[in-house]
């Protein structure tokens, strides 16, 4: 009896254990960025409203921007945000976005975050018909990351979540991210995605251009974690950064230094 009773506790822990392993997370990171397409009628002020950012804040993450006034159509903005753990279950993040007459859960995804989400994560998410979803209600709008994956590479802890355009495909997508010649390890990063699908997202490494990063990252629970039985991936940036510390729950400004290879 007691025999067979510990024996089956063993193996729920165990198989519980097994099952988080393979597509759960424990915790998540500090920042990640969303690569935001931009649309004609889109302005900074506009976009960063819809991620609960300061526009101003943006430069450092964006230097290919000279004047953070005028953003090209067709180009992208990288956007910062906290990535979380959801429900235990992967990483991302929950926007809270209120509705507009007209939108729909397709143009919320499509067109108002730039298919940084999908129809999927917004009926998963929320429980309006796909069809009706009253103006002003609000609504979460969650998005996907990533912090790495310490079994591909420890150099990388800093990750762009990145809607594929119809067009792009593998070279082309490492050439515009700074990794023309590592074509590898994106699909490392992304296995099995078919970059030429024109749809999805992909996670790539963000690169500093020129080689120095200025990010904004919130100095309180950028611990480590380095005896995580279910390894999240969350450790794999440590060897890039070098920290400005402050007190206080202040955003302070670090220096990230990438190396171009
Ligand atoms: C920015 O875009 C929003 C949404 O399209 C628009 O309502 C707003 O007037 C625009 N602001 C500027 C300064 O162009
Ligand atoms: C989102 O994806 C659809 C279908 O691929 C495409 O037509 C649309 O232009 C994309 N939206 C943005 C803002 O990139
Ligand atoms: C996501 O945000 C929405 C809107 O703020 C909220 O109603 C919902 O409970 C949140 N969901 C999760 C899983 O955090
Ligand atoms: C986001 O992650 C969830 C959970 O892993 C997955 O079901 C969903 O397809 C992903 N969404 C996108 C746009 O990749
Ligand atoms: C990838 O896309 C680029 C730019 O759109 C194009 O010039 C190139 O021929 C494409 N490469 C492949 C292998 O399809
Ligand atoms: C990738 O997607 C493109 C566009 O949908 C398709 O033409 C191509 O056959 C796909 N490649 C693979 C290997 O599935």
Excluded at 19 to 30: F, I, N
Excluded at 93 to 122: E, P
Excluded at 152 to 163: A, M, Q, R
Excluded at 214 to 235: S, Y
């Amino acid at each position: 009896m007691i025999r067979s009773s510990s024996f089956s506790l063993c193996f729920l822990i165990l198989a519980s254990l097994l099952r988080r392993s393979e597509s759960a997370c424990r915790r998540g990171c500090d920042l990640a960025l969303a690569s935001y397409y931009v649309s004609p009628k889109d302005n900074l002020t506009y976009i960063s409203s819809l991620f609960g950012v300061k526009y101003t804040d943006l430069g450092p993450y964006n230097p290919n921007i000279k004047n953070l006034n005028s953003i090209r159509t067709g180009s992208r903005v990288n956007v910062f945000f906290r990535c979380d753990c959801i429900n235990g279950d992967f990483l991302g993040h929950n926007f809270s976005y209120v509705v507009l007459k007209g939108d729909t859960y397709n143009t919320i995804a499509r067109d108002v975050y730039a298919n940084l989400t999908t129809v999927d994560l917004l009926s998963t998410f929320n429980s309006y018909p796909v069809t009706n979803v009253p103006d002003g209600a609000i609504i979460g709008v969650v998005i996907n990351c990533s912090c790495g994956d310490a079994s591909v590479s420890k150099d990388y802890g800093l990750f762009v979540t990145y809607p594929l355009q119809p067009g792009e495909n593998l070279s082309s997508v490492a050439a515009a991210n700074g990794f023309p010649s590592q074509e590898d390890l994106l699909l490392k990063y992304n296995p099995g995605v078919n970059f030429s699908s024109g749809s999805g997202v992909v996670f790539i490494p963000a690169k500093g251009e020129p080689f120095i990063f200025f990010m904004l990252v919130r100095r309180h629970d950028n611990g480590m974690d380095n005896n995580a039985l279910i390894d999240d991936g969350c450790d794999a940036g440590e060897s890039m950064v070098s920290f400005t510390q402050f007190e206080g729950d202040a955003w302070n400004e670090e220096q990230y230094f990438t190396r171009a290879t």
